[in-house]
């Protein structure tokens, strides 16, 4: 080969510049597709040099040829390609015209064997657009090929003769045959046994085959093609074919492969006369055997692309390598099956592996009445060898019958089985080898007695082909291998550290999950060593999600357990989940150490805080994270400058949290400072511009003199009336600052008048308290900030709610537009929580989720409506209270209501992987 080395060559030509310039192009096109094979061009000397320096930097190498009169150097090229693989039959070839188009997945065309034919255009002349040099090629085939195309090419030059007694070359075909399956055609025939039921166009769907997939992928809510398809005994690998040439060309992510054998209705006597075996047994390879049993059952494999199932942390049962679907074509009758066609399939699938016959340790055969010499033989061409250990041959047939369609995905589930548990079974039903099978040639022996079959020490994959041929002629086979073994280091290095879990349980009915509540309390024993993580990942994403539900949040197995001995009865989710509005709390809610456990074990959270401390640390000189997260600086948080911002970081890093977790509001609604984020939340404020109003009102407020603010226990009304009574016709009122509720009232003013107030309500019997607020925010006392905070609200670009409803606090109502009179209002004017409350109840919102350091709005909603019996109101996190442990209850209350979390974005940051658990309960109904 003059130096080729590799197993797979991409060829092309030029026989001038122009053509050169082509592969150059063609050359960059194969690149961006991602090839891993070589590619090398045979030119015409008549390629200027300085062409041919530029085509020999692109392409991995160059061989020039002279032209050759009265032909064309399409065809010359094919016979140096010829010349050049003279005594290579491991080398690979795929010869492209250079006018082709690479495409994305251009590397299975080494699969292709033969010639491809195109229309060259204008003159209706065709030529060989792919030439294949295959390892199944017969001696003498290769040279064949090569001069059809060659002589096809050139038929007018007569350079070889009269070319018309060549025999024709067809284009390859892949052909799927769709037909009725026999366990199908059973239901049908029962069906439409019944009165009038040809006639019913319904029942014609519920008894043909095509609709069944259909069927299926309407009942799981699939958005993917279906396809339903026939070959007999083959169809189930056929199947799997089908379904891995959807994944490989990218058609779909994820593939159900199902095979389905039902006997339903006996068949007529005579028809299976002499076919059937009377002790219901199959005895493959049996020197006796001339019957079968037959079997019945239904088989699923859920297949993936391995990189996907690598980076999901699926479980790998196995990996399929290749398969092979051949037709008979031309033999003694339709269906009947032939050692060379056989033979064929098998090794057109271990080329596609890309492995040799001695890698393969196992072959499950299919198993027939007349057909096993026939099958062996082909095992024995396809896998014989002097140099391999002897080849294990078992038939799952001889342990469960024959279950015809379904016989394929049985062979592959008994093989994964017998790799995962390191035992290949024992071939059942044999007192004495067929005389016309010779296991000897091959060297191969039969699993008489159950074989161990352990992982290689030497690092090799355990291999195993599967072979399944119908009767239609369509022969399959498959090679599969054991999962990998090497566990890959995931390639973000962040992840979430809380010891918290939060485990979801759902059924169907409460019955049905107190037995999968049972099942989990064993798993949770502390002798069975099961993560916590891993089972809190699995449940989350692994199983559906069903109505009847439960959660339990716990950090260890043993208060898992205690306190699934102590759960309520379950929660059946309604049939429309409850509207969401997200509560952002305002000034007092701070206090040092708040969402400290959030930051330290959350990613989103952190890079979130970290991302505003940043920000302030650049623009205004602050250390945020300092005063909240480090003990001696606490006392900071007494200031308006650092408990304002403080407030926001949190509510902003609980937003940016719950929205990573798909909990999404349909409206937001705040209070006084709480509207920054809530702002943020609707999609009206960008959340740097936000930032900086935060940050830079609390500078300006904080300069301001000391002043205070006191909680009235009485509705607006009253608390008028009595400051009228205390000052009398005194002009220095206090502000009402908030509304809270029908018996709350917040006013603000300076200290003075704050303690005269306090004064004469506690000798009114009224309840008041101080709030731990440094200055009289909504009140005239704000005044002095005004023109400074223009300045900033000015350069602000107020935007449209785009992501949900804004329930304004100083409008009381949804409102669609804010401007910078809006935010100066919001720090001058009072709260109107209560009739903000009012308004969310015409809205029909009745789930309340509180995104701030501390639930101190949630009790003022439950008053405020309390007149609506479905309404709810749940923390972010709590003061004094593991910030986990109340985050995920409340994950768990939105859960059992109904509203949706997005586990996957749940589990980003999460190390968890895919263990095996107790599976969903179903109560079984004999019908």
């Given at each position: 080969?003059?130096?080729?080395?590799?197993?797979?060559?991409?060829?092309?030509?030029?026989?001038?510049?122009?053509?050169?310039?082509?592969?150059?192009?063609?050359?960059?096109?194969?690149?961006?597709?991602?090839?891993?094979?070589?590619?090398?061009?045979?030119?015409?000397?008549?390629?200027?040099?300085?062409?041919?320096?530029?085509?020999?930097?692109?392409?991995?190498?160059?061989?020039?040829?002279?032209?050759?009169?009265?032909?064309?150097?399409?065809?010359?090229?094919?016979?140096?390609?010829?010349?050049?693989?003279?005594?290579?039959?491991?080398?690979?070839?795929?010869?492209?015209?250079?006018?082709?188009?690479?495409?994305?997945?251009?590397?299975?065309?080494?699969?292709?064997?033969?010639?491809?034919?195109?229309?060259?255009?204008?003159?209706?002349?065709?030529?060989?657009?792919?030439?294949?040099?295959?390892?199944?090629?017969?001696?003498?085939?290769?040279?064949?090929?090569?001069?059809?195309?060659?002589?096809?090419?050139?038929?007018?030059?007569?350079?070889?003769?009269?070319?018309?007694?060549e025999p024709a070359l067809n284009e390859i075909n892949y052909c799927f045959e769709l037909d009725m399956k026999r366990s199908w055609n059973d239901y049908r025939d029962i069906m439409q046994k019944a009165e009038g039921s040809e006639k019913d166009l319904c029942n014609n769907m519920r008894t043909e085959l095509g609709p069944l997939t259909a069927k299926i992928s309407y009942f799981l809510e699939l958005i993917g093609p279906s396809y339903s398809t026939e070959s007999g005994c083959s169809t189930s690998i056929e199947g799997v074919d089908m379904a891995c040439d959807k994944l490989r060309n990218e058609a779909c992510d994820l593939a159900i492969v199902l095979g389905a054998n039902l006997l339903l209705d006996p068949f007529t006597p005579g028809i299976v006369e002499g076919s059937l075996a009377p002790n219901g047994r199959c005895e493959t390879v049996d020197a006796s055997t001339d019957e079968i049993g037959r079997a019945e059952g239904v088989g699923v494999l859920i297949l993936k692309r391995l990189s996907d199932a690598v980076s999901n942390g699926d479980r790998i049962w196995g990996v399929i390598r290749s398969s092979a679907v051949v037709g008979e074509g031309k033999s003694r009758t339709m269906g009947t099956s032939t050692a060379n066609v056989e033979t064929n399939a098998m090794q057109l699938a271990l080329e596609r592996a890309w492995i040799h016959p001695d890698d393969v340790d196992f072959v499950e055969p299919h198993g027939t009445i007349f057909g096993d010499p026939i099958e062996l033989a082909a095992i024995s061409k396809a896998y014989s060898s002097?140099?391999?250990?002897?080849?294990?041959?078992?038939?799952?047939?001889?342990?469960?019958?024959?279950?015809?369609?379904?016989?394929?995905?049985?062979?592959?589930?008994?093989t994964l089985l017998s790799m995962h548990h390191n035992l290949i079974p024992r071939h059942l039903h044999i007192t004495k080898l067929n005389p016309e099978i010779d296991l000897t040639a091959i060297p191969a022996e039969l699993s008489m007695q159950a074989i161990p079959w352990e992982r290689k020490m030497c690092g090799k994959p355990r291999i195993a082909g599967i072979n399944s041929f119908g009767i239609t002629g369509a022969q399959a086979h498959l090679i599969l291998e054991e999962p990998p073994q090497t566990k890959l280091s995931p390639v973000i290095t962040?992840?979430?550290?809380?010891?918290?879990?939060?485990?979801?349980?759902?059924?169907?009915?409460?019955?049905?999950?107190?037995?999968?509540?049972?099942?989990?309390?064993?798993?949770?024993?502390?002798?069975?060593?099961?993560?916590l993580e891993d089972m809190e990942y699995t449940m989350h994403t692994s199983r559906t999600h069903f109505p009847v539900r439960q959660v339990v949040v716990g950090s260890t197995n043993e208060n898992i357990i205690s306190s699934l001995e102590s759960l309520q009865k379950p929660k059946q989710i309604p049939g429309t989940p409850p509207r969401l509005c997200f509560l952002f709390t305002g000034q007092g809610s701070q206090y040092g150490g708040m969402a400290k456990s959030l930051y330290f074990e959350s990613v989103v959270f952190r890079s979130t805080f970290d991302w505003c401390d940043s920000v302030l640390s650049l623009e205004y000189g602050l250390n945020i994270k300092r005063a909240i997260l480090e003990d001696e600086f606490a006392h900071l948080l007494s200031s308006t400058l650092y408990?304002?911002?403080?407030?926001?970081?949190?509510?902003?890093?609980?937003?940016?949290?719950?929205?990573?977790?798909?909990?999404?509001?349909?409206?937001?609604?705040g209070h006084s400072l709480g509207e920054f984020v809530a702002a943020v939340a609707a999609g009206m404020l960008k959340p740097l511009d936000a930032l900086k109003m935060v940050a830079t009102r609390s500078k300006l407020i904080n300069v301001l003199?000391?002043?205070?603010?006191?909680?009235?226990?009485?509705?607006?009304?009253?608390?008028?009336?009595?400051?009228?009574?205390?000052?009398?016709?005194?002009?220095?009122?206090?502000?009402?600052?908030?509304?809270?509720?029908?018996?709350?009232?917040?006013?603000?003013?300076?200290?003075?008048?704050?303690?005269e107030f306090k004064i004469f309500c506690e000798n009114n019997g009224i309840t008041t308290l101080v709030l731990d607020s440094s200055h009289a925010f909504h009140s005239k006392l704000m005044d002095p900030i005004e023109r400074d905070y223009d300045a900033l609200l000015s350069s602000v670009k107020f935007r449209k709610p785009s992501k949900c409803k804004f329930i304004s606090g100083v409008e009381g109502r949804i409102i669609s537009e804010v401007?910078?009179?809006?935010?100066?209002?919001?720090?001058?004017?009072?709260?109107?929580?209560?009739?903000?409350?009012?308004?969310?109840?015409?809205?029909?919102?009745?789930?309340?989720?509180?995104?701030?350091?501390?639930?101190?709005?949630?009790?003022?909603?439950?008053?405020?409506?309390?007149?609506?019996?479905?309404?709810?109101?749940?923390?972010?996190?709590?003061?004094?209270?593991?910030?986990?442990?109340?985050?995920?209850?409340?994950?768990?209350?939105?859960?059992?209501?109904?509203?949706?979390?997005?586990?996957?974005?749940?589990?980003?940051?999460?190390?968890?992987?895919?263990?095996?658990?107790?599976?969903?309960?179903?109560?079984?109904?004999?019908?």
């Open positions: 080969m003059g130096g080729l080395n590799g197993l797979g060559w991409w060829v092309s030509y030029a026989s001038d510049d122009f053509e050169a310039w082509k592969c150059i192009g063609l050359a960059r096109a194969l690149r961006r597709t991602l090839t891993t094979r070589p590619f090398m061009v045979i030119a015409s000397n008549q390629v200027r040099r300085e062409i041919s320096f530029l085509l020999q930097d692109e392409v991995d190498k160059v061989y020039f040829s002279k032209p050759v009169e009265n032909l064309s150097f399409r065809s010359l090229a094919k016979l140096k390609l010829q010349q050049l693989m003279a005594g290579e039959r491991q080398q690979r070839f795929v010869l492209l015209d250079c006018n082709c188009l690479p495409i994305k997945n251009c590397d299975d065309l080494f699969r292709l064997n033969g010639v491809q034919w195109s229309e060259l255009g204008e003159t209706g002349e065709e030529f060989a657009a792919i030439v294949a040099n295959s390892t199944l090629m017969r001696d003498g085939d290769l040279d064949t090929v090569m001069r059809l195309v060659v002589g096809r090419e050139t038929l007018k030059s007569g350079l070889y003769g009269n070319e018309t007694t002097p140099c391999r250990d002897k080849l294990i041959i078992g038939s799952a047939e001889t342990n469960i019958g024959h279950t015809e369609s379904v016989s394929g995905i049985a062979g592959i589930q008994k962040l992840a979430d550290s809380r010891q918290h879990r939060i485990l979801t349980f759902s059924a169907k009915t409460e019955t049905a999950l107190q037995a999968q509540l049972n099942l989990y309390k064993d798993l949770l024993e502390p002798s069975k060593n099961v993560s408990s304002q911002i403080g407030i926001f970081c949190v509510e902003f890093g609980l937003l940016r949290l719950w929205e990573s977790w798909g909990v999404i509001p349909e409206a937001v609604m003199p000391s002043s205070g603010m006191l909680v009235v226990a009485r509705d607006l009304g009253t608390c008028k009336m009595e400051m009228s009574r205390a000052f009398g016709n005194s002009n220095q009122y206090l502000d009402i600052a908030a509304v809270n509720s029908q018996q709350q009232t917040v006013v603000s003013g300076s200290h003075k008048m704050i303690n401007d910078k009179n809006y935010w100066w209002r919001h720090t001058r004017e009072k709260v109107c929580f209560l009739q903000a409350c009012k308004s969310a109840g015409r809205e029909g919102l009745t789930m309340f989720l509180e995104i701030g350091p501390h639930p101190v709005l949630s009790a003022f909603v439950l008053k405020n409506l309390h007149e609506i019996s479905e309404i709810s109101a749940i923390p972010s996190i709590r003061r004094k209270s593991n910030d986990w442990e109340t985050m995920l209850s409340s994950v768990g209350k939105l859960y059992t209501c109904g509203i949706s979390i997005n586990w996957n974005n749940f589990h980003r940051y999460s190390s968890g992987k895919i263990i095996e658990v107790p599976g969903n309960h179903f109560e079984e109904t004999r019908h």
